[in-house]
């Protein structure tokens, strides 16, 4: 077991007259190697909850464990936490802020006191991993597009070697193809390291084609929490809470009352194919 969350509560402004209540009695678990998303409108807590996994927010109320030890504990140190659960922010330039790429990378495996053949040695890995080509090693990560920009502040947190990588909206402000090739990267990583990711996302498009399980999040509670097939049958629920399944979703179904004896379960283009197919071979 990898993250736990027990009874997590959060209020911002607690000390004020008008708290605000951003996440309400959370209790999840998320395994090993596991490809999780976090979906959710703006607002809904999904950031919230994230920045709770690596103790970046401390809970009002509730514990958070990692590997089975209490991260609030007083002798537990969050610094070590850090390191093992990585967290790449929404806007990469909030992570960036050397006058290169490959110093920057290097930030973090720095402040472990590591000696600097190692230090070299993982930042090299790291931005081979998330296939930045390096030609722009040595240039300012400010001159970088939108998408190579994020590929550096992922590969500053690989370059940690965390168990856990944590992704908050990597693909938002990006072109169709550039959120295709982030997206595919990571799931490359997730494949050739096994290391648990967790995807948060405002868009089931994105998140149907690659993850494991859904943690959908609405007014800082947790509103469902599944595989993606058995999300997305509530597709009429999350429309009224803003979301939508994939187009999949409603192509399946529509074909299904027209007679198509297909499956529901299809959330991909791919297993929609297959269906489709198989129908058309009886």
């Not at 070590?80 to 495996?109: A, N």
């Not at 609405?218 to 599944?226: A, I, L, Q």
């Not at 509530?234 to 004896?261: C, N, R, S």
């Amino acid at each position: 077991m990898s993250i736990k969350l027990e009874h997590i509560n959060y209020l911002y402004d607690e000390d004020t007259t008008i708290p605000v209540k951003a996440l309400s009695d959370i209790n999840l678990e998320i395994p090993d190697g596991q490809f999780v998303g976090v979906i959710g409108h703006t607002g809904s807590g999904k950031s919230t909850l994230v920045q709770h996994m690596n103790g970046l927010i401390k809970a009002t109320s509730g514990v958070v464990y990692f590997n089975g030890q209490n991260i609030y504990d007083k002798e537990y140190s969050l610094k070590e936490l850090r390191s093992k659960v990585g967290l790449v922010f929404q806007y990469p330039e909030h992570q960036l802020f050397e006058t290169d790429v490959f110093s920057d990378v290097c930030f973090g495996p720095k402040n472990l006191g590591l000696d600097k053949e190692e230090i070299e040695k993982r930042a090299y890995d790291a931005l081979k991993k998330v296939g930045l080509p390096e030609e722009y090693y040595f240039q300012s990560p400010f001159d970088l597009s939108g998408g190579q920009k994020r590929r550096v502040a992922i590969a500053g947190v690989l370059a940690m070697q965390p168990e856990v990588l944590i992704l908050d909206e990597p693909t938002a402000g990006l072109d169709p193809k550039g959120r295709e090739e982030i997206l595919t990267q990571i799931q490359t990583l997730r494949r050739e390291t096994g290391m648990t990711i967790i995807l948060v996302s405002h868009s089931m498009e994105d998140v149907a084609e690659y993850v494991d399980r859904i943690i959908v999040m609405n007014r800082g509670s947790v509103m469902y929490d599944g595989k993606p097939a058995e999300v997305f049958a509530h597709y009429k629920e999350l429309e009224e809470v803003g979301l939508a399944a994939p187009q999949v979703t409603y192509i399946m179904h529509k074909l299904q009352k027209a007679g198509f004896p297909v499956s529901l379960s299809a959330t991909t283009v791919d297993e929609a194919t297959e269906e489709i197919l198989k129908c058309l071979e009886i």
